[in-house]
């Protein structure tokens, strides 16, 4: 896989540091190797929703963590030393996976059903940054003043 050096745009770009280190680790191999598997779902304009294949698990064994702009799910499975298999193909494997959430989008809830993790998201936008209507005046009203 070919990698992207980005440092030269550094030099001609003020404040976008963020945005380069974020494609540098979107680019960058994920060490997880897509256990488990999840979908992401948009629900509407600001709702989405993660769902995690988390077969095996308890939810007592699962964390799920927002720091910053990063959501962290992780799973954490006791070792059971009794147990001898004959043959293993279910992978009972602890596992930390990483989603990069934009800005002003927070967890709010979480529910487990059938093996599946859902994590539902919503986007708040700030009332000062939402999009807001301006209103023209004709000139007449800034003469008479």
Do not use: C, S, W
């Given at each position: 896989m070919r990698t992207v050096d980005f440092t030269p745009l550094y030099r001609n770009a003020i404040g976008f540091d963020r945005l380069f280190d974020m494609m540098e680790a979107g680019s960058a191999k994920n060490a997880s190797n897509g256990y488990p598997p999840y979908?992401?779902?948009?629900?509407?304009?600001?709702?989405?929703?993660?769902?995690?294949?988390?077969?095996?698990?308890a939810e007592e064994q699962l964390d799920i963590t927002q720091k910053e702009n990063v959501l962290i799910v992780r799973g954490e499975h006791k070792s059971d030393e009794d147990r001898k298999y004959v043959y293993q193909g279910i992978a009972e494997r602890?596992?930390?996976?990483?989603?990069?959430?934009?800005?002003?989008?927070?967890?709010?809830?979480?529910?487990?059903?059938?093996?599946?993790?859902?994590?539902?998201?919503?986007?708040?936008?700030?009332?000062?940054?939402?999009?807001?209507?301006?209103?023209?005046n004709s000139g007449n009203l800034l003469e008479g003043k």
């Open positions: 979908n992401i779902e948009q629900k509407d304009e600001n709702k989405y929703r993660i769902t995690m294949a988390v077969a095996g698990f602890n596992f930390e996976r990483k989603f990069q959430l934009a800005d002003y989008v927070k967890v709010i809830g979480a529910t487990m059903e059938n093996g599946l993790l859902h994590v539902d998201l919503e986007r708040e936008i700030p009332e000062a940054m939402q999009p807001r209507k301006i209103a023209i």
